[in-house]
């Protein structure tokens, strides 16, 4: 084969290999052909994606500008917080110092604690009487100014053994035979009880209903006589619409106890207190 045959047939080769090509190409641009409107439609999703992040963007750079000033601020702050805060670590030992203190001082405090603990029944007990007592002072209270008109009028009052006992009357004012009261038929006791054993009493009996607590008890002696007792307030009452009091009294002689008698006080217009008749 000469050469000329050669470059035919290898011209008539190449145009083959080409057309093959051709039709490959052909082939896979009629592939891309399909898939184009599938392109189209994602590349206009994307715009439309794209516009909205357009839109975002710029409120959020205009946002920007406030944020670098707030941080430029609070860069301007933080030597004030440093220093604030070296302060703070200063002070740190002493408040370590002063809780030590204090946490030594905590076993004495639980042990004061303790200590009044015990009292602390005795203390709303006390609360209690006390509370109980606060209607009768109220009703005296009311009393005495329902009757100031009549307490105006007498000014003065006489002295008992010396001592001045007012110049305005008041609730615990005592009147009436309380002799009377104590021996009633007794009369070798009331022999034996002085005239100042009565004003010892008297005082006793006083101190008892200033109390207003219900169980006072006042103990009296008088050395000159050898004579001794005790006052006790027992209970309060309304007897006729009277504020009234039950006294109890025990009254020892020579040693003995000769009378262990209740005696009824109720105020009267004059608010005094007189025992009513036995």
């Known amino acids: 084969m000469d050469a000329r045959s050669f470059s035919i047939g290898f011209l008539a080769f190449s145009l083959i290999c080409l057309s093959a090509s051709i039709v490959y190409f052909t082939v896979h641009l009629s592939h891309i052909g399909e898939d184009i409107p599938d392109i189209l439609m994602s590349i206009e999703e994307t715009s439309n994606t794209v516009e909205t992040v357009v839109k975002e963007v710029g409120p959020t750079r205009e946002l920007i500008p406030p944020m670098i000033n707030e941080v430029t601020e609070i860069r301007k702050q933080i030597p004030s917080i440093v220093k604030e805060v070296a302060e703070v670590r200063k002070q740190i030992p002493t408040i370590l110092e002063e809780v030590k203190e204090v946490r030594q001082q905590i076993p004495v405090i639980i042990e004061?604690?303790?200590?009044?603990?015990?009292?602390?029944?005795?203390?709303?007990?006390?609360?209690?009487?006390?509370?109980?007592a606060i209607p009768p002072m109220l009703s005296k209270a009311d009393k005495i100014v329902a009757n100031a008109k009549q307490m105006g009028k007498t000014t003065t009052e006489g002295a008992v053994t010396g001592?001045?006992?007012g110049i305005i009357k008041t609730p615990f004012r005592i009147t009436g035979?309380?002799?009377k009261s104590l021996f009633g038929d007794l009369r070798k006791n009331a022999q034996d009880v002085s005239a100042e054993d009565i004003e010892l009493i008297k005082a006793a009996l006083n101190k008892v209903l200033s109390s207003e607590r219900m169980g006072h008890t006042q103990k009296w002696s008088n050395p000159q006589s050898g004579n001794d007792g005790v006052v006790t307030l027992k209970t309060s009452a309304e007897i006729d619409k009277r504020d009234c009091r039950i006294i109890g009294f025990k009254i020892r002689i020579d040693n003995e106890e000769r009378i262990d008698r209740d005696v009824t006080f109720c105020l009267n217009e004059s608010s005094e207190w007189k025992p009513m008749e036995q």
């Open 163 to 165: 001592v001045i006992t």
């Open 177 to 179: 035979d309380l002799g």
């Open 112 to 132: 004061e604690v303790e200590k009044i603990r015990p009292l602390v029944p005795l203390v709303l007990d006390e609360v209690k009487k006390t509370r109980e």
